[in-house]
């Protein structure tokens, strides 16, 4: 209560807190079998004190127990916040009870304190799960990224299975027993990080501040960071919040969250479900053939693709001719019939980023590759394959380049697939070479950002640190030009940038790009590419 009371009001963008539940449960120093008002009286404190400090579109997620999940979500109505969804949370190897049933679910209450204005990303492929479409009759038309799950989260459609077939949408989550690979063994009451990913990805965008008012295990605090959010974290238990440092530091920004990515995995297969040997006939694809010859203007698909007008344009005409699929799936059908060599080839030269325009934008594009691969697991091209993605990727690299914008979705999008055409033809340095380079990079100048303006009046490459945390490293024409774009962007404020690592290099950009890629590999920093880190 004293550390949330000293928090500023409107700081926080998603909290998620999983408090005592008041059913006496052995916690090491708090005592969780308080009076009943004395508990509600508390707990309208600490709501109180979350809705103060989340922004007018923060959103809270509750996590409670059956003995005051109607009362706590009551309190929370009075203080001003929105229920927007009741999820049930079921699992297996529940807790078990003599005089009653056993318990094998949690409630998670869904929050919001704006009814209209609050972040709700239902377009991540990452909290969706499979249609009927995909999952009973292998559609190839079906959305590939399947649909919103309902509001009951079950471990494995198994256990219920005359309640959940595999048609149905549900979460699967298993509580994390003593045996699971992610279980630290340090609290009873641990989280499954893939819950707290769906919610996390839900509910917050990439650099927002998530806070965690009840830290215990530290999973939603190492989630947050997994997934490229702040974090804040408040825990009561001295040894508890040893354990929750140590924890954060063994976790790194684009690790893979534990357990299962798709735990539809562990359904049962349908024995009526068909796959098709082929995903459409001979005729659809002569009518996709001919409306890409149409429409491209002699352009190659990577450009149809980066194109919005263009795009936007192959897939009306795809609907108008009543082909029954979304954008995402006629854009992929394209690609593989572009890689399988049915496609001629493009009476049009490929288009290039100017090298200034590139200069300007660069940084800022492999920041929203970097942040869009860790929060959707995707590829620049199934990235672009979704106009939604897409877009998305054109928000990101907007919001951490400069202002006002130099440039528009295009030339976004040329320039993120320059970024990974480039990382693929750089060449590989000799061992000695790394080793020369990395020895020399220990005695480059460097200077305290945050007491110095940024005098760098040359070419070359430059490595961008937070305290001893290296977050990104890049090369430039004019180093001084994009290290300030950079450094009076909010967005990049929010990472605590304070010194810069640098060298003048007058050489060519491949070779500048090379040395990029060895201190990337070195540094393994926050904000680049793993395309960039695993070049060399």
Not at 2 to 13: C, I, P, Q, R, W
Not at 98 to 103: A, E, L
Not at 348 to 363: A, G, N, Q, T, Y
Request: hydrophobic residues 35%; aromatic residues 10%; glycine residues 6%.
């Amino acid at each position: 209560m004293e550390l949330l009371s000293s928090l500023d009001a409107g700081l926080v963008d998603l909290v998620f807190a999983d408090p005592p539940f008041n059913i006496g449960y052995k916690y090491d120093v708090y005592d969780d079998k308080k009076q009943e008002e004395d508990y509600l009286d508390w707990s309208r404190k600490w709501i109180g004190q979350i809705h103060r400090v989340l922004k007018p579109d923060g959103t809270f997620w509750l996590a409670i127990g059956d003995e005051y999940a109607a009362e706590l979500k009551i309190e929370a109505k009075k203080i001003g916040f929105h229920c927007r969804s009741w999820v049930i949370w079921y699992y297996t190897f529940g807790v078990n009870c003599v005089k009653g049933f056993s318990r094998s679910h949690t409630h998670l209450f869904h929050f919001t304190k704006d009814t209209s204005r609050f972040t709700f990303n239902r377009l991540n492929p990452q909290i969706r799960v499979q249609s009927a479409r995909q999952l009973v009759y292998a559609d190839a038309r079906a959305n590939p990224n399947g649909r919103l799950p309902d509001n009951t989260w079950i471990t494995r459609p198994q256990d219920a299975p005359q309640s959940f077939g595999p048609s149905h949408d549900t979460w699967y989550f298993a509580r994390v027993a003593g045996t699971f690979k992610e279980r630290e063994g340090f609290h009873g009451c641990q989280m499954p990080e893939q819950l707290l990913a769906r919610i996390i990805r839900a509910s917050s965008n990439p650099q927002d501040l998530v806070l965690d008012p009840f830290g215990g295990s530290g999973t939603t605090l190492c989630v947050a960071k997994k997934l490229g959010r702040q974090f804040m974290g408040f825990e009561l238990s001295p040894e508890y919040a040893d354990k929750i440092r140590k924890r954060l530091e063994k976790t790194q920004v684009g690790d893979l969250v534990d357990g299962p990515e798709d735990p539809i995995e562990s359904a049962p297969s349908t024995a009526k479900g068909k796959k098709r040997p082929k995903p459409f006939d001979d005729k659809t694809e002569k009518t996709i053939i001919d409306t890409y010859l149409n429409i491209a203007e002699g352009h190659s698909v990577e450009y149809l693709l980066c194109n919005a007008t263009l795009n936007r344009d192959f897939i009306r005409s795809c609907n108008e001719q009543g082909l029954d699929a979304n954008a995402e799936v006629w854009n992929r059908y394209l690609l593989d019939l572009d890689k399988e060599g049915k496609l001629p080839t493009p009476t049009k030269p490929e288009v290039r980023i100017d090298r200034s325009l590139f200069d300007s934008i660069s940084h800022a594009s492999e920041v929203a590759l970097r942040l869009i691969e860790i929060d959707y697991h995707k590829t620049l091209h199934e990235i672009l394959l979704s106009p939604d993605f897409a877009s998305e990727l054109d928000r990101l690299t907007e919001l951490y380049g400069p202002s006002p914008s130099v440039a528009g979705s295009l030339e976004y999008r040329l320039t993120a697939l320059e970024i990974c055409k480039r990382s693929k033809v750089a060449s590989k340095p000799a061992a000695k070479e790394r080793e020369e380079w990395i020895s020399q990079h220990k005695k480059l100048p460097q200077l305290r950002l945050d007491e110095n303006p940024w005098h760098l009046e040359f070419s070359g490459v430059y490595v961008l640190f937070s305290q001893d945390t290296a977050v990104y490293v890049s090369e430039a024409d004019d180093m001084r030009k994009q290290i300030e774009s950079i450094m009076t962007n909010p967005h990049w404020k929010k990472l605590g940038i304070d010194r810069v690592v640098f060298f003048a290099m007058e050489g060519t950009r491949s070779q500048r790009f090379k040395v990029k890629a060895i201190l990337a590999q070195h540094h393994r920093p926050v904000l680049n590419t793993p395309l960039i880190q695993d070049t060399h």
